[in-house]
């Protein structure tokens, strides 16, 4: 059984684009001798395509597209192809996520997936039926036992508590499946591969069953999916592996444990690099940006964010704007022209001090007798991001934010002023990660001033300020954060594991107050298991 597994980079919505993909992957597949081949979950109509598919009009183009692929391809071995599907039933949810075998130019037998996740970023129980029992497609003489996604995530002998009372795999194994074929779209996390490996290994030796997974590529809005489509004989031992974060098919021999493993870093930090860089690059080229800009404060968090760009974009299609201030140090304004020499950058110089002190005029008699305060500092944020903006407007790039996990969780940011973009790149990164990913990158070569690194964090919007002066220091804070953003741990909680109740309790306040700020924020590349994104669901109002 010679499988091939297309790892393509889809767009939601794109069906055309989508099928365009599929096509190409699937002739590069016949070529190397394919009996089966497979693509990703909902490959035609990109992951996650949400409320796209309550549209009827798009779920009728889709499976028209499905009877052209089998048309273009009907010379090629047998196809499944991930896509939603009617529910012919007048009875629960109108769609089925499922996978289409495509075969000698017509469209065949389908497979539905049984377990539809409704936690983090998913909400699948939203538009699909779940399918009960198991489905084998028999090919070649042999059994395939065909799973999507969620169906191999509820081993009983794996996890210590099951999301779900069946087990779709169990039942394809009683049934008789001589491997197990599974179509995911698996979002990228830090780590989170090198645990489903350990998975699906398991799952293997279980029941002694082959197991291929084929895993999706690429970024649609905040979600990164790093492919790494893998598959694992037998006895549980990988045998095959993808590319990670690039586009690949992968053939091998399934019931013979014959494929190759692609070369991979997971380290974490070159893991968070390798996923962002991916991610700034689709969400750009997606939303059909081709140029990028962003502030240059002299800080890590702008340092990191312009390398990444220059990496994802190309360094001839970044733009780093310099905006001193009074408060600005000569070092600040050095970093930034060093960097940007490192990294090849286009750059731009627009001092805000007369900008400063004409807003001082206009509020002068308002603000008589009171002292200045935040106020006069979310204005010098607020005139940069009108001045980012405007640059956005008038030359078309796409303005991207620099801001950290640690500064979004706490507040620590102005809406309207350096929260301004239409991305986020490292908003899910916490402050010492940013730390520990640029200086991994200086390893590659010269890209961020060590003086970066070593300086003290400031926003420097009042003489001598540091982030230290209103913050926990930031391995304290992102020690509470992870406790408490991550693994939703309560203040008594965190409170009993050693840390300061005063210092426990400000930061949960801080977080609990700044809630609506992040309802306005620009999307966030997803990277941790908690970002502040689509699987972020928290009320403005609450009390706690």
Same mark, same amino acid.
């Given at each position: 059984?010679?499988?091939? #597994?297309?790892?393509?980079?889809?767009?939601?919505?794109?069906?055309?684009?989508?099928?365009?993909?599929?096509?190409?992957?699937?002739?590069?597949?016949?070529?190397? !001798?394919?009996?089966?081949?497979?693509?990703?979950?909902?490959?035609?109509?990109?992951?996650?395509?949400?409320?796209?598919?309550?549209?009827?009009?798009?779920?009728?183009?889709?499976?028209?597209?499905?009877?052209?692929?089998?048309?273009?391809? *009907?010379?090629?071995?047998?196809?499944?192809?991930?896509?939603?599907?009617?529910?012919?039933?007048?009875?629960?949810?109108?769609?089925?996520?499922?996978?289409?075998?495509?075969?000698?130019?017509?469209?065949? &037998?389908?497979?539905?997936?049984?377990?539809?996740?409704?936690?983090?970023?998913?909400?699948?129980?939203?538009?699909?039926?779940?399918?009960?029992?198991?489905?084998?497609? %028999?090919?070649?003489?042999?059994?395939?036992?065909?799973?999507?996604?969620?169906?191999?995530?509820?081993?009983?002998?794996?996890?210590?508590?099951?999301?779900?009372? %069946?087990?779709?795999?169990?039942?394809?194994?009683?049934?008789?499946?001589?491997?197990?074929?599974?179509?995911?779209?698996?979002?990228?996390?830090?780590?989170?591969?090198?645990?489903?490996?350990?998975? #699906?290994?398991?799952?293997?030796?279980?029941?002694? #069953?082959?197991?291929?997974?084929?895993?999706?590529?690429?970024?649609?809005?905040?979600?990164?999916?790093?492919?790494?489509?893998?598959?694992?004989?037998?006895?549980?031992?990988?045998?095959?592996?993808?590319?990670?974060?690039?586009?690949?098919?992968?053939?091998?021999?399934?019931? @013979? @444990?014959?494929? =190759?493993?692609?070369?991979?870093?997971?380290?974490?930090?070159?893991?968070?690099?390798?996923?962002?860089?991916?991610?700034?690059?689709?969400?750009?080229?997606?939303?059909?940006?081709?140029?990028?800009?962003?502030?240059?404060?002299?800080?890590?968090?702008?340092?990191?964010?312009?390398?990444?760009?220059?990496?994802?974009?190309?360094?001839?299609?970044?733009?780093?704007?310099?905006?001193?201030?009074?408060?600005?140090?000569?070092?600040?304004?050095?970093?930034?022209?060093?960097?940007?020499?490192?990294? @090849?950058?286009?750059?731009?110089?627009?001092?805000?001090?007369?900008?400063?002190?004409?807003?001082?005029?206009?509020?002068?008699?308002?603000?008589?007798?009171?002292?200045?305060?935040?106020?006069?500092?979310?204005? *010098?944020?607020?005139?940069?991001?009108?001045?980012?903006?405007?640059?956005?407007?008038?030359?078309?790039?796409?303005?991207?934010?620099?801001?950290?996990?640690?500064?979004?969780?706490?507040?620590?940011?102005?809406?309207?002023?350096?929260?301004? !973009?239409?991305?986020?790149?490292?908003?899910?990164?916490?402050?010492?990660?940013?730390?520990?990913?640029?200086?991994?990158?200086?390893?590659?070569?010269?890209?961020?001033? =060590?003086?970066?690194?070593?300086?003290?964090?400031?926003?420097?919007?009042?003489?001598?300020?540091?982030? *230290?002066?209103?913050?926990?220091?930031?391995?304290?804070?992102?020690?509470?954060?992870?406790?408490?953003?991550? &693994?939703?741990?309560?203040? =008594?909680?965190?409170?009993? &594991?050693?840390?300061?109740?005063?210092?426990?309790?400000?930061?949960?306040?801080?977080?609990?107050?700044?809630?609506?700020?992040?309802? *306005?924020?620009?999307?966030?590349?997803?990277?941790?298991?908690?970002?502040?994104?689509?699987?972020?669901?928290?009320?403005?109002?609450?009390?706690?």
């Amino acid at each position: 059984m010679r499988l091939a #597994l297309l790892q393509i980079n889809p767009t939601a919505g794109d069906l055309d684009g989508n099928s365009s993909l599929i096509v190409r992957a699937a002739r590069a597949a016949r070529a190397q !001798g394919a009996d089966l081949m497979v693509t990703s979950e909902l490959a035609l109509m990109g992951y996650l395509p949400r409320d796209l598919l309550m549209n009827q009009g798009f779920v009728r183009r889709a499976g028209e597209k499905l009877s052209h692929i089998a048309s273009e391809l *009907q010379d090629a071995p047998p196809l499944l192809v991930g896509v939603a599907t009617p529910n012919p039933s007048d009875v629960g949810r109108p769609l089925y996520n499922s996978a289409v075998l495509l075969r000698s130019g017509a469209v065949g &037998q389908a497979f539905h997936k049984s377990l539809l996740p409704t936690y983090d970023v998913f909400d699948e129980d939203r538009y699909f039926e779940p399918f009960q029992g198991a489905q084998i497609l %028999q090919l070649n003489g042999v059994r395939l036992g065909i799973s999507i996604c969620e169906d191999i995530w509820n081993d009983r002998d794996f996890w210590q508590r099951r999301r779900y009372h %069946q087990d779709p795999i169990e039942a394809l194994a009683k049934a008789g499946a001589q491997a197990i074929v599974n179509l995911s779209a698996s979002p990228f996390t830090v780590g989170k591969h090198m645990l489903r490996e350990k998975m #699906l290994g398991h799952m293997a030796r279980k029941y002694g #069953l082959p197991v291929a997974i084929v895993n999706q590529v690429g970024a649609n809005d905040d979600l990164i999916f790093d492919g790494r489509s893998s598959v694992f004989d037998a006895r549980g031992k990988l045998f095959a592996r993808a590319k990670g974060f690039e586009e690949d098919v992968l053939a091998l021999d399934l019931l @013979g @444990g014959r494929g =190759e493993i692609a070369s991979d870093d997971f380290l974490p930090e070159a893991e968070i690099w390798n996923a962002l860089v991916l991610g700034v690059r689709d969400y750009a080229r997606k939303t059909r940006f081709r140029k990028v800009l962003l502030g240059l404060s002299g800080g890590i968090d702008s340092a990191l964010t312009a390398a990444i760009a220059a990496d994802a974009m190309g360094p001839e299609n970044v733009l780093g704007v310099m905006m001193p201030s009074r408060y600005s140090s000569q070092g600040s304004v050095d970093d930034s022209v060093e960097l940007a020499h490192n990294l @090849g950058i286009r750059t731009m110089l627009l001092p805000i001090s007369d900008i400063m002190k004409t807003y001082d005029g206009v509020l002068a008699d308002a603000f008589a007798g009171l002292h200045p305060d935040v106020t006069e500092e979310n204005i *010098q944020s607020r005139i940069r991001g009108n001045l980012l903006m405007a640059l956005s407007n008038k030359f078309g790039p796409l303005l991207l934010t620099t801001g950290n996990k640690s500064e979004m969780s706490v507040g620590y940011c102005t809406l309207y002023g350096d929260m301004n !973009g239409g991305l986020a790149v490292i908003a899910d990164l916490p402050k010492m990660m940013v730390y520990r990913v640029a200086r991994w990158r200086n390893q590659r070569g010269p890209a961020i001033p =060590e003086s970066t690194i070593a300086k003290a964090p400031s926003a420097e919007l009042r003489p001598d300020q540091t982030d *230290q002066d209103s913050l926990p220091p930031y391995d304290l804070l992102d020690e509470i954060l992870e406790l408490h953003v991550e &693994q939703c741990r309560s203040a =008594e909680e965190i409170v009993a &594991q050693g840390y300061d109740e005063h210092t426990v309790r400000r930061v949960l306040r801080l977080v609990r107050i700044a809630e609506f700020k992040r309802k *306005q924020a620009a999307p966030v590349l997803k990277v941790t298991s908690r970002a502040f994104g689509t699987g972020w669901r928290m009320p403005i109002v609450r009390q706690e």
